[in-house]
């Protein structure tokens, strides 16, 4: 099965700053991920898929990027809104599999 | 507008069965491939079944974890789609999410979750 590795497991910081979180996949996934915001108690939801194809109603300071097996989640002057916990997955055929997860906290 | 519901989640102890049911609407079923995800705090997000249209002949794809024991199947008529689970196990425990993932397998649309524990 292809690993997902996301970093970093935490991130602090404030409302205005702008942050990346990276994920890297244990094989080649060309294009084939997909980017989640899940926020406390609710359902996933999708932000990215395709690496960088901004879902439908998803601001413009989201920003998915990468290839191969490096992949990042850019967030430009965040909002509080935004905070919550962020997942990859790649979308190369089954078994699909998930990253551990980034905890976006206010500062 | 998209709307999955699952139902049947609730306490089951080791090595007993439950089926979880997911109505959906706001899109044409038959046309759809479904997936199952779950999530629990050990093991974070893991995707566990898929089933796909008629078109693909209902073909259907499990986690490693979950094969031979888990069923995923579907009722287009009724447009829901089942997970059977059987000989469960204290590490099946978690919320299970109904979802649809459009062309590419990245699942736009989720349920709101149906909470499973297994325990004694």
């Known amino acids: 099965d292809i690993q997902m590795t996301q970093s970093p497991a935490s991130l602090s910081a404030s409302v205005g700053e702008t942050v990346t979180i990276t994920c890297r996949a244990s094989?080649?996934?060309?294009?084939?991920l997909a980017w989640y915001q899940q926020k406390q108690g609710k359902s996933p939801q999708l932000l990215v898929y395709?690496?960088?194809t901004l879902a439908e109603g998803v601001p413009s300071r989201f920003s998915g990027s990468g290839s191969g097996t490096q992949f990042s989640l850019k967030i430009n002057s965040l909002q509080p809104e935004d905070f919550g916990s962020y997942y990859c997955q790649h979308h190369y055929g089954t078994p699909y599999t998930f990253g551990g997860g980034t905890k976006l906290e206010i500062k | 507008e998209v709307k999955l519901e699952e139902s049947g989640g609730g306490l089951v102890q080791p090595g007993g069965s439950m089926k979880l049911s997911c109505a959906a609407s706001g899109f044409t079923f038959s046309d759809a491939w479904m997936d199952w995800v779950r999530q629990s705090p050990e093991k974070g997000l893991e995707w566990v079944a898929e089933?796909?249209?008629?078109?693909?002949?209902?073909?259907?794809y499990y986690a490693e974890s979950v094969k031979g024991r888990f069923t995923i199947s579907r009722d287009d008529s009724k447009s829901s789609v089942y997970l059977q689970m059987n000989s469960l196990r204290a590490e099946d425990t978690g919320i299970y999410y109904c979802t649809r993932p459009l062309t590419g397998a990245w699942f736009a649309y989720w349920g709101q979750g149906t909470l499973v524990t297994v325990s004694a």
């Open positions: 094989e080649n996934i060309y294009s084939y």
């Open positions: 089933i796909r249209s008629k078109a693909n002949n209902h073909a259907t």
């Open positions: 395709n690496a960088k």
